[in-house]
């Protein structure tokens, strides 16, 4: 890389792995977890930071016309910086969620990143969530287009409302496609190294459409909803998503051999959609067979598309393939609205106040919104910073862990 390449922000990240030393050790499993003081090793590295992104060099860059392209960049020609400041809805939820958001916030500060945000608190186990409180957070992501949501907690006991906040939040701004890349660390050694898959989710019906009642005494009905139209929307989705990244292969997860007809309706949407993407490979596999597969030979696939629980199982499967819940990134689009998040929803309440939260998939997951924002100078800057640090070893070895659940 060149002088562009985050040199500032690297040396803040790197400030975290510098305490891990003092840290008392944590057993290594998923990776949620990493022992270090985040927002006190951020704070200290304020200077350095604003010291190294000074100089000719960064001026030169800072009247560059923004660029949109960032397959064309060189480290002769980096991505430029724009000139606009950018306002952005966050949602910090619940567990660690707050300390998650506040290494974005200073690594943004630190880096000097043109972004604002409106910030909600909104939690339906904190007594922070009302119909008032929704209805800000729906207007601020409506105002601004693009936000960050930490892990919005949904309590398993029934209080007379069966849709949580999530679901709800998701609903009203129909953010249908969940977006998950399974990517690996270089660096951190998993059984299974090298890999690059993206999982789509279809998020807005299916098993989570809220859709319960009791027929009887002791008997419980819940409603798995399929459409004809969601299931041809996310499948386009996926195969749009396929030919703008170079993908080679679209797999449907469903399970249409059990229910014939809900699952069935999803597999012929995504078959018909497929005949539109000749150059496209398409091919489909039963959810527990796809469990299986993705933990023996994961490399065969490429881009997997499913309804609403599977998605949700097979993000946590193979984020556990290359690190775990803490180095896994993910976004939700509707056809107006992006929002950033990790890849695998956690809200490890456990480690509140601890400081051993891992950064890494938020801060990769602000760097796609980032990009997102046509801001690639410094989603650049801000994920080759995290990718060098874990790649260089410079990290404690408890870093990409998490303690049992």
Request: hydrophobic letters at 40%; proline letters at 4%; glycine letters at 6%.
């Amino acid at each position: 890389m060149g002088q562009y390449d985050g040199k500032a922000v690297l040396l803040l990240l790197l400030s975290y792995s510098l305490r891990c030393s003092s840290a008392a050790p944590q057993k290594k499993t998923l990776s949620y977890c990493m022992p270090v003081t985040m927002a006190a090793a951020l704070r200290g590295s304020l200077v350095t930071l604003v010291k190294g992104l000074s100089g000719p060099r960064w001026q030169q860059l800072a009247s560059r016309p923004l660029s949109v392209t960032a397959g064309l960049c060189s480290p002769e020609a980096p991505p430029a910086r724009a000139d606009a400041t950018f306002t952005v809805t966050m949602v910090p939820g619940d567990g660690v969620g707050p300390e998650l958001m506040t290494a974005v916030k200073e690594v943004f500060k630190a880096g000097d990143v043109p972004v604002e945000f409106e910030e909600f608190h909104l939690s339906e186990v904190q007594n922070m969530a009302s119909e008032e409180k929704l209805e800000q957070v729906l207007t601020s992501m409506k105002n601004n287009k693009v936000a960050m949501k930490g892990k919005i907690h949904t309590p398993m006991e029934f209080k007379g409302e069966l849709a949580s906040y999530e679901m709800r939040l998701r609903r009203k701004l129909d953010l249908f496609a969940n977006v998950v890349h399974v990517n690996s660390l270089p660096g951190y050694s998993t059984r299974h190294n090298n890999l690059d898959l993206v999982i789509i989710r279809e998020q807005t019906e299916g098993e989570y459409s809220s859709l319960e009642h009791e027929s009887v005494s002791g008997v419980i009905e819940c409603l798995k909803i399929i459409t004809r139209e969601k299931s041809r929307r996310i499948a386009k989705f996926a195969f749009d998503y396929a030919t703008k990244k170079g993908r080679n292969k679209v797999t449907a997860v469903h399970k249409a051999n059990i229910m014939k007809l809900g699952d069935g309706l999803f597999l012929q949407s995504c078959a018909e959609v497929a005949e539109l993407y000749p150059k496209i490979k398409y091919e489909n596999i039963i959810i527990d067979n796809c469990c299986m597969q993705l933990v023996q030979n994961p490399y065969q696939f490429d881009v997997l598309v499913m309804p609403n629980l599977y998605g949700n199982i097979i993000d946590n499967l193979a984020a556990g393939l290359v690190g775990g819940a803490g180095v896994v990134p993910g976004e939700s689009y509707s056809s107006e609205y992006a929002v950033f998040e990790t890849g695998a929803r956690h809200p490890f309440a456990q480690a509140v106040g601890r400081n051993i939260a891992n950064p890494t998939a938020m801060l990769l997951s602000a760097a796609n919104m980032l990009r997102h924002l046509n801001l690639e100078y410094h989603s650049q800057m801000v994920s080759d910073a995290v990718k060098r640090v874990i790649k260089q070893g410079k990290v404690s070895v408890h870093l990409l862990c998490d303690e049992d659940t």
